[in-house]
Structures are given as C-alpha cells and as structure tokens.
T-cell receptor
Framework: QKEVEQNSGPLSVPEGAIASLNCTYS??????FFWYRQYSGKSPELIMF????GDKEDGRFTAQLNKASQYVSLLIRDSQPSDSATYLC???????????FGSGTKLNVKP | NAGVTQTPKFQVLKTGQSMTLQCAQD?????MYWYRQDPGMGLRLIYY???????DKGEVPNGYNVSRLNKREFSLRLESAAPSQTSVYFC?????????????FGPGTRLTVT
C-alpha cells in the first residue's frame, strides 16, 4: 500500500461547479496535510494545508480532514477553467523533514 | 529574491554519461530536497538534506548521489545515466521541519537519457 493515494482522474467538472478531490494516507500518526497545485509543465505550488480535524476554508478552496478515516479532501467551489491542473496531496513524516506525495489528480474544468 | 533555482533546464544524455544537477536557494532555508516526477507517479523523493552537513535517502535513491555544498546549494549527481532516469527533476526547500511549513519548488530540470 502506498503511503498516500489519490485517484489519478481526470476529473471533469463544468465551470461553476464544485470539484471534489480526495486523498487517503496510511500512517495514522500523520499530523498535517498539504495540497499543491501543478499546472502542466510547471512546478508545484502550495494551495493550502490542514492539521486539525474538520474544515479549513481559504477563498474558493476548502480542505477537509478526517483523521479517523485517514482521508483528506479538497473542495473547489465555483470552479474556473484556470483551476484546470493536477492537484497533489502531500504528507510530511519524520519530524516534518520528509514528505510523501500522492500521484496527483488531474482536474479539467470545462467552460 | 530568486527563490529556488535549478540548472540546467533541459538535458539530453547518452546511457552511461554522468552529470550534476545544480540547485540553489536564497531564502535561508535549512532543508532541501530532490524529487523526480514521472507520468502518473507523482513526486518521488530521491534524497533530502534536513540541514547543512546532513543528507538522507528518500524513496528512490539508487543511481544518484547528492552533496549539500553549503546552506544554499544542494546538487544531485548521476554517475552513470540510464534510460530509467529519464524524468523531470525538481529541487525544493523549506525553512525547517515543522507542521505547517510549505516547500518551495524550483522550475525543474527535464532530463532525457537515450
């Protein structure tokens, strides 16, 4: 079992819809979780992180964490074509010095 | 403030050739990382350096060596390149090991081994 798993997609949603991206992790001791966005041919950039159970909102983005079920999700409200990218889930381990990344979910937002 | 820089941006090698990928950061970060990214595989950690003077293996270290030259620079060396090392290589840095620090990524090096 991989440390971090994501559905590779592609996930296609119409413009204005809610996109839901999911990530599961295997280490019950994991404490914080990061979502990165990566446009084609570019490097990853941080969208948001979460370390408490429940929801964390930042603009159109909401991260949801459920430690009991070992999953973290990212919701994108009012999806825009500019949100079309690959979204990577990352989990730090070993005193936060080492990270495992999921394989990423490709999101397509259709105008 | 350039952030994280990588050289070269593109490279083509023949099997068996060697090369060094260079990475530098100007954010006074303690930790630095080398990842490779293959289609459908996400980012896989090759080596990392939690602080100046230390290096540790990641998930896929075979065929690579690293040097943390100083706090700013972290290089990745391929001693004898193989086609399986064709990939996009990203260097990243972060301040230190804490629960809410983000990694900053360089622009990547696209390496093809023929």
């Amino acid at each position: 079992q991989k440390e971090v798993e994501q559905n590779s997609g592609p996930l296609s949603v119409p413009e204005g819809a809610i996109a839901s991206l999911n990530c599961t992790y295997s280490d019950r001791g994991s404490q914080s979780f990061f979502w990165y966005r990566q446009y084609s041919g570019k490097s990853p950039e941080l969208i948001m992180f979460i370390y408490s159970n429940g929801d964390k909102e930042d603009g159109r983005f909401t991260a949801q964490l459920n430690k009991a079920s070992q999953y973290v999700s990212l919701l994108i409200r009012d999806s825009q074509p500019s949100d079309s990218a690959t979204y990577l889930c990352a989990v730090p381990i070993y005193n936060f010095n080492k990270f495992y990344f999921g394989s990423g979910t490709k999101l397509n937002v259709k105008p | 403030n350039a952030g994280v820089t990588q050289t070269p941006k593109f490279q083509v090698l023949k099997t068996g050739q060697s090369m060094t990928l260079q990475c530098a950061q100007d954010m006074n970060h303690n930790s630095m990382y080398w990842y490779r990214q293959d289609p459908g595989m996400g980012l896989r950690l090759i080596y990392y350096s939690a602080s100046e003077g230390t290096t540790d293996k990641g998930e896929v270290p075979n065929g690579y060596n690293v040097s943390r030259l100083n706090k700013r620079e972290f290089s990745l060396r391929l001693e004898s390149a193989a086609p399986s090392q064709t990939s996009v290589y990203f260097c990243a840095s972060m301040v230190a090991g804490s629960s809410n620090e983000e990694q900053y990524f360089g622009p990547g090096t696209r390496l093809t081994v023929t």
